[in-house]
């Protein structure tokens, strides 16, 4: 079916044209306008969203996992199959390549079949049964039975470097989903017409599999009022955000100030460290190629970006150095996702390159064309970066900082000195990881995933994965914004005690209709209590 884009506010299953004010996104790789326009919008519609939203709470919560699950495999299905509808909106709005679009469809309809087949087994709810002991002595236990339950209206901000797996129907979108709560999306201004479509794809998975309106909404909108209003709004239960500190830190600062606070799951990047150990430095080693890739992958902007290098000073790192900046050098320039993203990486760059012991190594030179900037590598010593925090800063952009130490006990100390990371990579042998043992330990106290010889870029979705990390990475480190672990954002643990069963989740129920693994007397089973 084709999904027109029309520019208008998507609010449960009614289209509204109620704003004034415009906006368009635009070509980065040609930097003129797409033909699109689009509507801002208003309080009144937003207030309108927000309302369906509450509305649709308890409707939807009460549905079954397995009626979830219909909902999310129709979005997944639908996105599938018009997928040569949206790639052409994806590579117009993005810059990036076609081959990048079709890629990050497939995991973004992995993503929504995932959370669909854990909405429908339903174990992921943790439900414990302690039965009633009245004959306890020296006293009775009261029947106590547990289990998460959703929170209720979630706001999602869409990022704006995953125009599809982080944004509309993006992890934090299905997975809040799957959980039972309502979404409210505020689109991202740089892919307006990728996130219409898609919504409209959801509305009419929505519809097809019978959700009560209000389940989803999506809002346009290219300032900060419309995401601060959502924030804001009494019915907001949680927020999923991707994106800048400073945008993620300014949503937690209005939702701590709330009447009621509530939980921002901010997910706010990194510079994620390597530590290149001496076997990784050898001559002839394949490492620099493939930092060259990672570094440069999706020209600089994933927020697993390998943007610092940390190593033992001397001719090995200095040939690893030169090796990775030609490496990087020799790879296609490619473009920015939009002018204001590639003006803030060049600002950056030439303030990271103007600190003091900071050197660029030069490599071939690429020519800057529209959006597009130069991949660099630069260099500093341990103790210049120990005494300079500034250089912790994200680039966000083709950027990577090698850190050479004069020896194990000051690396250790810049490690120690590091923010909270979203992963900390690792590259050697076994007999240098025992070596370096109490540096890897140290990085391991710093992020949220530990790589041993790999890249960090290239995010695998499946249960065992966590993407997140200590802060400023994360709002919390002890969420992930990929993986079925994501779900637990959007739930709490609701405790009954000697409630009637009519009133039990059916989670909690004696029968265990769910046929769903329970902890009960603090063993593992499917067994009904009558069993």
Request: with cysteine; net charge negative; proline share 8%.
């Amino acid at each position: 079916m084709q999904h027109p884009i029309s520019g208008g506010q998507l609010i449960g299953f009614s289209e509204s044209r109620a704003g004034q004010s415009h906006f368009t996104s635009h070509n980065p790789d040609t930097g003129k306008p797409n033909p699109w326009t689009f509507l801002e919008a208003t309080r009144e519609e937003a207030d309108q969203a927000m309302a369906l939203a509450a509305a649709a709470a308890a409707p939807y919560a009460s549905l079954s996992g397995a009626q979830r699950a219909v909902f999310l495999e129709a979005i997944a299905s639908g996105l599938e199959s018009g997928a040569d509808q949206v790639v052409p909106l994806y590579t117009a709005e993005s810059g990036l390549p076609e081959g990048r679009a079709r890629g990050e469809l497939g995991r973004t309809v992995g993503q929504l079949r995932s959370f669909a087949a854990l909405a429908r087994e339903g174990s992921w709810v943790a439900a414990r049964l302690e039965p009633a002991l009245p004959d306890r002595q020296p006293m009775p236990r009261p029947d106590l039975r547990k289990c998460l339950v959703p929170l209720g209206p979630v706001v999602v901000f869409g990022a704006s470097n995953f125009p599809l797996a982080f944004s509309t129907a993006g992890g934090d979108t299905a997975s809040a989903l799957a959980a039972g709560c309502p979404v409210v999306v505020k689109g991202h201004p740089l892919h307006p017409a990728t996130g219409e479509w898609v919504a409209r794809v959801m509305l009419q998975a929505a519809r097809e599999s019978e959700m009560p309106e209000g389940v989803f909404s999506h809002l346009q909108g290219s300032t900060h009022a419309l995401g601060e209003q959502l924030v804001m709004h009494p019915a907001t239960a949680a927020v999923g955000f991707t994106g800048s500190r400073a945008g993620g830190l300014a949503l937690a600062r209005l939702a701590e100030n709330r009447e009621v606070p509530i939980p921002v799951f901010a997910e706010m990047g990194s510079i994620n460290p390597v530590l290149l150990l001496p076997p990784a430095l050898e001559e002839g080693s394949a490492w620099p190629a493939a930092y060259a890739q990672s570094v440069t992958l999706g020209t600089g902007q994933f927020c697993t970006n390998p943007g610092l290098l940390l190593g033992l000073e001397g001719p090995a790192l200095d040939r690893f150095r030169r090796e990775l900046a030609q490496a990087m050098s020799a790879l296609p320039n490619s473009c920015m996702l939009d002018a204001g993203i590639a003006a803030r990486y060049r600002q950056i760059r030439e303030a990271l390159l103007g600190q003091p012991g900071v050197e660029e190594i030069e490599g071939p030179a690429a020519p800057e064309e529209v959006n597009r900037v130069p991949a660099t590598v630069a260099a500093v010593s341990g103790r210049d970066f120990l005494g300079n925090p500034g250089l912790q800063e994200e680039a966000f952009g083709p950027f990577t900082l090698v850190v050479g130490c004069a020896d194990a006990s000051e690396l250790e100390k810049v490690i120690a000195a590091l923010e909270g990371q979203l992963t900390g990579s690792v590259l050697g042998d076994t007999e240098a990881f025992r070596t370096y043992r109490p540096a890897i330990e140290a990085l391991q106290a710093k992020v949220g995933r530990l790589l041993f010889n790999g890249v960090p870029t290239g995010v695998e979705v499946c249960p065992s994965m966590h993407h997140g990390g200590p802060f400023p990475a994360t709002t919390d480190s002890r969420y992930t914004s990929v993986g079925t672990d994501a779900i637990l954002r959007w739930a709490r643990p609701v405790s009954f005690q000697n409630a009637p069963a009519e009133f039990l989740p059916p989670a909690l129920r004696d029968e265990n209709p769910l046929g769903i693994w329970r902890m009960v007397n603090g063993k593992q089973t499917r067994e009904s209590l009558s069993s």
